[in-house]
């Protein structure tokens, strides 16, 4: 199905009956999921136009459930309250929804004593939203010396840290060492440069690449393909080396997919990596006590994909402990992740204004922000819903792109998108921008990287990065002897 609002439905001039039933589809849209249903069970469906609206209904029915997950937690009266304190473009993440998500992950995993989610640092590394996680009980994982930093300046050190970096420089090894955070080697020939760089700490983490025996995903490609990791035999090798240079607590490492949906990867992940916990300990005698089964939990760009169910996937991994670890009598093995994207995406959004309008072959929506803010669509052509704020009820029945301003062709937000008509001084909000947007911003083309801003729980808003201005962008040149 072709993604966007208004593609769900024909348009009325390929169908006047769905021009007929349009004030009903929007009624529809606006009622709560219960309500809908009712609707359904209870709509006539004697005559031949009551089995239309039947039909109609059932898929306004589910238009409107999958639209219901693409919500906003402002509307465009508080939306334009907060601009006119912090002008567009910005990001603004949600405390409530963070901390609801936070603990859903923390009980999906209740059944294993020591679980914890070492958000990726890299998604958003962002002090206060670090500071919330914190204190819903999760732990980071970074990859870089900014990141171990930003953790040890918020209180986050000793193993609630892993450091699964690749390519590392030393002095990173030296830092995290220092902090006590998890040491996720990358390669086996790391063992020797930790050694010699850091010294060897008692814990040491080994990452696993299946290469061949696991097909990885659309997103991340193929294992075979990926610079990280270790090779199975490897991996045998390097738990041999360890224990014989005196190491005594081991770990054991895997991200094998990137925005997945699918419950079944991550089970199958965690059987993996069970298995291998398995034959370490029968070939090479090392018991693991903790494994990491990455992060790539995906979310629901589009309005129609289904969410993971990570009551599914708790119950999933659960099942393959008590089938594999248990028997083997390596019970308790510590089981943590480290996802990013499920962490903070879905409730951070970007912010930003129509500032023009341009038809040449196609229609174009010039935007504010730019692929600075926010990457991901220029990146990977990925999807990011877009709702024009005050005009959720219309029609989208205008096709458009919506451009930023930096000299790259690739700068859209959106290709061809089914919108409603947008006026210049309309306020646009791209959705699922909490992760890997803010993040990855840089500053090609003069572009500065815009605010971050927190909805707090109580409903109050707080700047939690201001903008970069002209003097950050020039702080590094020296114009003194030109
Ligand atoms: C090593 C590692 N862990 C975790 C993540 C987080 O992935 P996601 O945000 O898809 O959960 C990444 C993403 O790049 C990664 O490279």
């Given at each position: 199905m072709k993604a966007g609002r208004g593609s769900f439905f024909p348009r009325p001039a390929q169908n006047t009956f769905f021009t007929a039933t349009n004030e009903r589809k929007n009624a529809l849209l606006l009622q709560p999921r219960e309500?809908?249903?009712?609707?359904?069970?209870?709509?006539?469906?004697?005559?031949?136009?009551?089995?239309?609206?039947l039909q109609c209904d059932k898929r306004c029915v589910m238009k409107a459930r999958l639209m219901a997950d693409k919500t906003l937690p402002f509307d465009e009266t508080r939306i334009r309250e907060i601009i006119s304190e912090f002008p567009t473009p910005f990001h603004i993440y949600d405390e409530t929804a963070i901390r609801e998500n936070a603990r859903r992950l923390n009980a999906a995993f209740d059944w294993c004593d020591g679980f914890q989610e070492h958000f990726a640092v890299k998604a958003n590394p962002n002090p206060h939203l670090i500071k919330i996680l914190k204190e819903e009980g999760f732990g980071a994982d970074c990859s870089s010396l900014a990141e171990l930093i930003l953790c040890e300046r918020v209180g986050l050190t000793g193993e609630h840290?892993?450091?699964?970096s690749?390519?590392?420089?030393?002095?990173?090894?030296?830092?995290?060492?220092?902090?006590?955070?998890?040491?996720?080697?990358?390669?086996i020939s790391h063992i020797d440069f930790l050694e010699q760089h850091a010294g060897l700490p008692e814990l040491v983490c080994l990452r696993y690449n299946p290469g061949p025996l696991r097909d990885g995903n659309v997103i991340i490609g193929d294992p075979q393909q990926s610079k990280y990791g270790l090779t199975r035999e490897q991996l045998f090798e390097a738990y041999r080396l360890l224990k014989e240079k005196g190491v005594t607590r081991f770990g054991l490492h895997t991200m094998?997919?990137?925005?997945?949906?699918?419950?079944?990867?991550?089970?199958?992940?965690?059987?993996?990596?069970?298995?291998?916990?398995?034959?370490?300990?029968?070939?090479?005698?090392?018991?693991?006590?903790?494994?990491?089964?990455?992060?790539?939990?995906?979310?629901?760009?589009r309005p129609e994909d289904e969410p993971v169910d990570l009551e599914k996937v708790g119950q999933g991994v659960r099942d393959v402990y008590d089938q594999l670890?248990?028997?083997?009598?390596?019970?308790?093995?510590?089981?943590?992740?480290?996802?990013?994207?499920?962490v903070t995406g879905p409730f951070g959004y970007l912010v930003?204004?129509?500032?023009?309008?341009?038809?040449?072959?196609?229609?174009?929506?010039?935007?504010?922000?730019?692929?600075?803010?926010?990457?991901?669509?220029?990146?990977?052509?990925?999807?990011?819903?877009?709702?024009?704020?005050?005009?959720?009820?219309?029609?989208?029945?205008?096709?458009?792109?919506?451009v930023g301003s930096l000299c790259e062709n690739n700068d859209k937000f959106a290709i061809d998108r089914?919108?409603?008509?947008?006026?210049?001084?309309?306020?646009?909000?791209?959705?699922?921008?909490?992760?890997?947007?803010?993040?990855?911003?840089?500053?090609?083309?003069?572009?500065?990287?815009?605010a971050e801003l927190l909805l707090k729980s109580?409903?109050?808003?707080?700047?939690?990065?201001?903008?970069?201005?002209?003097?950050?962008?020039?702080?590094?040149?020296?114009?003194?002897?030109?």
């Open positions: 309500t809908l249903s009712r609707i359904v069970r209870t709509t006539p469906t004697g005559g031949r136009n009551d089995r239309a609206v840290v892993w450091f699964s690749n390519d590392t420089p030393a002095g990173e090894f030296v830092k995290a060492k220092q902090m006590g955070a998890v040491i996720n080697l990358d390669d094998v997919v990137s925005n997945e949906l699918q419950t079944e990867s991550f089970v199958e992940t965690a059987r993996m990596l069970f298995e291998l916990v398995v034959e370490v300990a029968n070939t090479v005698d090392v018991r693991i006590e903790m494994v990491n089964l990455g992060g790539g939990i995906g979310i629901p760009y670890i248990r028997p083997a009598d390596l019970h308790p093995l510590r089981v943590v992740m480290e996802n990013g994207r499920m930003t204004e129509a500032i023009h309008h341009k038809q040449t072959y196609k229609n174009y929506v010039g935007v504010d922000a730019c692929m600075v803010n926010l990457m991901r669509p220029a990146m990977y052509g990925a999807y990011h819903h877009i709702t024009v704020l005050g005009k959720e009820q219309e029609a989208a029945n205008v096709t458009v792109d919506v089914s919108l409603p008509q947008v006026d210049t001084g309309d306020i646009l909000v791209i959705h699922d921008a909490g992760a890997h947007g803010h993040s990855m911003g840089f500053q090609y083309n003069g572009k500065l990287r815009s109580d409903g109050s808003v707080e700047q939690i990065r201001r903008a970069e201005t002209l003097d950050d962008y020039f702080a590094t040149l020296d114009f003194s002897q030109l």
